[in-house]
């Protein structure tokens, strides 16, 4: 009888996780647009009106930002189009894009200016290629380089107190304190993922010192930066146009929500 009650007990315990985790992981339409609805466009889809930028490089064509290198506009530096909202600190950000092949870009974001060239950031970015090369990993602009390939989570240690310059502790394009912790899959099959010559989405979640980078719904870096020399947790967001052979990206449904 006692045996028969506990089987009982279990049964209706189980049941009851079974529901809750149903409650939790089905959410109703409305729930999901709720949800949605902590997101805010910071892009119009008309002008560029609250962005900073150098008109001979970005433009808005059928409602996207674009970013364009021509024969005649050839670049001796990177050049971004940046978001005048303020700076942001924790995160997240969601847009479309679509890149030509020989396109290299990236979404800039807790970064700084780099007051020695115009219209130039320097900081964290999702980078973004049109051979999926680099799509996905987490790149620092101007400063530590390579922080996560994509498919690895990172943890980021600083530099010995005897290196003074940060590019002292930079081998081969990436970070000498990139530490892997583990593999979120293969880097070629996360890049198979990526569509070529079409529109994908990224999606940034910062969040403290993590950040973590996905493309169409797939996370593709983790990174958890413990480099308190040179880690920044809030700064400018914006997007890149990359010294190169003529090329074009293109930004639209732009969303962001302040956590």
């Given at each position: ?24 992981t ?36 059928d ?33 479309d ?37 680099y799509t ?52 070629a ?9 079409d529109w ?60």
């Amino acid at each position: 009888m006692i045996s028969l009650i506990s089987n009982k007990t279990l049964l209706a315990v189980a049941t009851l996780a079974t529901v809750a985790w149903v409650n939790l992981t089905c959410q109703t339409p409305a729930e999901k647009e709720e949800l949605q609805a902590d997101f805010k466009p910071i892009f119009n889809g008309k002008s560029l009106e609250g962005w900073e930028y150098d008109p001979v490089y970005w433009s808005v064509k059928d409602g996207a930002i674009v970013g364009e290198i021509t024969p005649e506009t050839v670049l001796k530096n990177n050049t971004f189009i940046i978001w005048k909202g303020g700076e942001l600190g924790d995160f997240e950000l969601k847009l479309d894009y679509w890149i030509s092949e020989t396109g290299n870009s990236g979404v800039q974001y807790r970064s700084d200016r780099f007051t020695e060239v115009p219209y130039a950031l320097r900081g964290y970015q999702a980078d973004i290629d049109g051979g999926n090369r680099y799509t996905g990993q987490n790149y620092e602009e101007r400063k530590r380089t390579t922080l996560a390939y994509r498919g690895q989570q990172t943890r980021i240690t600083s530099q010995p107190d005897s290196i003074k310059e940060t590019r002292g502790f930079v081998e081969r394009n990436a970070w000498k304190g990139l530490n892997l912790v583990s593999e979120l899959g293969d880097r070629a099959e996360l890049g198979n993922l990526i569509k070529k010559g079409d529109w994908n989405t990224i999606h940034i979640v910062a969040k403290g010192n993590v950040m973590k980078h996905y493309v169409n719904g797939t996370l593709m870096s983790e990174v958890t930066d413990d480099d308190a020399k040179n880690r920044m947790l809030k700064g400018l967001m914006g997007f890149q146009v990359h010294v190169g052979p003529p090329m074009k990206v293109m930004f639209k449904n732009i969303q962001l929500k302040k956590l």
